[in-house]
């Protein structure tokens, strides 16, 4: 029997059917013309003009603020058009669009019962190779070159300053309320890794509303610092997302149990145009 209503996020509106063969909910993002059959992020109260920084998020606010009273009392789960829960560890496997469905996450199994939210294998900073740190962070090798020689300085801080600007997480973390800040700046600081792609299932939608409850207003207090207009090239316009996907690690790992899932990538506009 099914037990959980997975929402596929989608910009593109050619995807509904394969969607649809999921078994998953189609989301449509961006300013494309969608179907009927999709939801949207653009109706009642919402932020779809965000999406453009917000990135997934702006579906994730009209959920808040528009549908949580409908979702049902399965569990809760997100994917996108090339990112797919999977069982199995699909890394070294060759996919293609016909055996993805057979693949894909279609019920949590009985081993996760006992949790409340499953996250994505987590994301280790040390796999990336030194020259790619020298490459994209020359300056700031400079100023603490023990980042070359001591893997324990290659932290969630460090490799967010390399991509998303240096000091960004900091500046971004003082706005945080008093509840998380101190705990927030700590987890960056003395973790080498997170979970990524912004991609979570939960158990429970007063969990689902708390980390709501907690992540927009800190997102929105941030557009002081980091105006729309002010972020150029990809690593910046998209900070919102960014800095949420390393506080939705610290936060569901704060506040509720969580078990791990492999996260397989497969983007399906290789097959659907």
């Not at 390399?162 to 000091?167: C, I, P, S």
């Not at 150029?232 to 790992?253: N, V």
Request: glycine share 4%; proline share 3%.
């Amino acid at each position: 029997m099914k037990n959980v209503d997975m929402y596929c996020l989608s910009l593109e509106p050619s995807h509904l059917n394969f969607i649809k063969k999921l078994g998953y909910i189609p989301v449509g993002l961006g300013g494309k013309n969608f179907q009927q059959e999709w939801m949207r992020d653009n109706t009642g109260n919402n932020i779809s003009y965000k999406n453009s920084n917000y990135g997934e998020y702006t579906f994730h606010y009209w959920i808040w603020k528009n549908y949580i009273d409908k979702l049902s009392n399965n569990w809760i789960g997100f994917c996108q058009y090339r990112k797919f829960w999977t069982i199995e560890n699909l890394e070294n496997r060759r996919l293609n669009i016909e055996i993805l469905p057979s693949l894909v996450l279609k019920k949590i199994p009985d081993q996760y019962k006992d949790c409340e939210v499953i996250l994505g294998n987590p994301f280790f900073i040390n796999q990336r190779r030194t020259m790619k740190f020298l490459k994209k962070g020359f300056k700031l090798v400079l100023k603490n070159p023990k980042i070359l020689f001591s893997k324990k300085s290659r932290n969630i801080k460090f490799h967010f300053d390399l991509m998303h600007g240096e000091n960004n997480l900091y500046k971004a973390i003082d706005l945080l309320d008093d509840k998380n800040r101190n705990d927030f700046r700590n987890y960056v600081d003395s973790n080498e890794y997170f979970h990524p792609q912004n991609m979570f299932i939960c158990k429970s939608k007063k969990l689902l509303v708390e980390y709501y409850e907690t992540l927009f207003p800190w997102l929105e207090n941030c557009e002081k610092i980091f105006p729309f207009e002010k972020l150029q090239g990809y690593d910046l316009t998209r900070i919102y997302g960014f800095l949420a996907e390393r506080f939705l690690s610290y936060w569901f790992q704060k506040n509720a149990k969580c078990k791990l899932m492999n996260i397989t990538f497969y983007d399906i506009r290789n097959d659907i145009h």
